[in-house]
């Protein structure tokens, strides 16, 4: 794992009024961006935790940009909360607009993991025109519910919908280092909160990405793990049959765990993310 690139920490006040926390890691003055990487973290997680994909970005001439989405890391609101359906996909809006505002003329691309993967997917979807690029690594578009998860999800969210409870989520198969597994259970910033809206929005969303996928007009990279325990990755698979070829690119890593830029052998990750960089900026 590369050493963590320096990086600046902000505070961007959505449209609401909710404050969330935004981390930068710029690029030396007067270097002008390749683009700028908009990263959109996962479930339970917190941007601080892409130090390592921010350094090779930046050294490929990347400015990067990440931020803790509602109810995660620094940002405002409980934990794993929810207040609309459409939250994580406005608060992406906002700091897309933010980013074209702050350097307008710069390609803007979107990298989303998991949660983040579908939020970015959900946004490109509905607006297709303001993003230059989509990078998704291991998007929730497939997720792994059974038996009385699945009765639960019929239910809770209409009754009880700002119930919290933990996500389930089994951390040993994030990775296969055990380094980045007892870091992310040490991390004070991640939490396994999750609400009744908020699993309902992932485990009701992804398919509607999937359905859609054939009309897809964004220039995509869709990079997944053909052994992740904690999303499905038949949601990918399915994606990258339906879509456009022209318009996505995709790449399974039959081997590798959820978390494939934290991976024991991470560089064909890093490879195939520059190399499809390379071609479009």
């Not at 608060?91 to 307008?104: G, K, S, T």
């Not at 038949?234 to 765990?257: D, I, K, M, T």
Request: proline letters at 7%; hydrophobic letters at 40%; one cysteine or more.
């Amino acid at each position: 794992m590369h050493e963590a690139s320096a990086s600046t920490l902000s505070t961007y006040t959505a449209s609401d009024g909710e404050n969330l926390a935004v981390q930068d890691w710029p690029l030396p003055d007067r270097t002008q961006p390749r683009g700028l990487v908009l990263l959109v973290h996962g479930l339970g997680e917190h941007a601080g935790r892409y130090d390592q994909v921010a350094e090779r970005l930046n050294a490929w001439g990347y400015a990067v940009r990440g931020y803790d989405q509602y109810g995660h890391g620094e940002s405002g609101g409980p934990r794993g909360g929810l207040t609309t359906r459409t939250r994580l996909v406005d608060d992406l809006a906002d700091l897309v607009a933010n980013a074209r505002q702050r350097q307008p003329g710069v390609p803007i691309i979107v990298l989303g993991h998991s949660m983040g993967g579908l939020v970015a997917a959900l946004f490109a979807l509905d607006n297709p025109g303001q993003l230059d690029g989509l990078v998704l690594s291991s998007p929730a578009l497939g997720t792994r519910v059974q038996g009385v998860q699945k009765l639960l999800l019929r239910t809770l969210p209409r009754v009880l919908p700002n119930l919290r409870v933990g996500n389930g989520l089994d951390t040993q198969y994030l990775s296969h280092d055990p380094a980045v597994v007892q870091a992310y259970r040490d991390d004070p910033r991640v939490h396994d909160r999750i609400s009744a809206r908020l699993a309902a929005f992932l485990t009701g969303e992804g398919s509607s990405v999937v359905e859609q996928a054939p009309r897809w007009r964004v220039p995509t990279l869709l990079l997944y793990a053909g052994q992740d325990q904690l999303v499905d990755p038949a949601g990918s698979r399915r994606f990258a049959e339906l879509a456009p070829p022209g318009v996505v690119s995709a790449r399974c890593f039959e081997p590798l765990y959820h978390e494939i830029f934290n991976e024991l052998d991470a560089q064909p990750v890093f490879d195939a993310l520059r190399n499809w960089l390379d071609a479009r900026f």
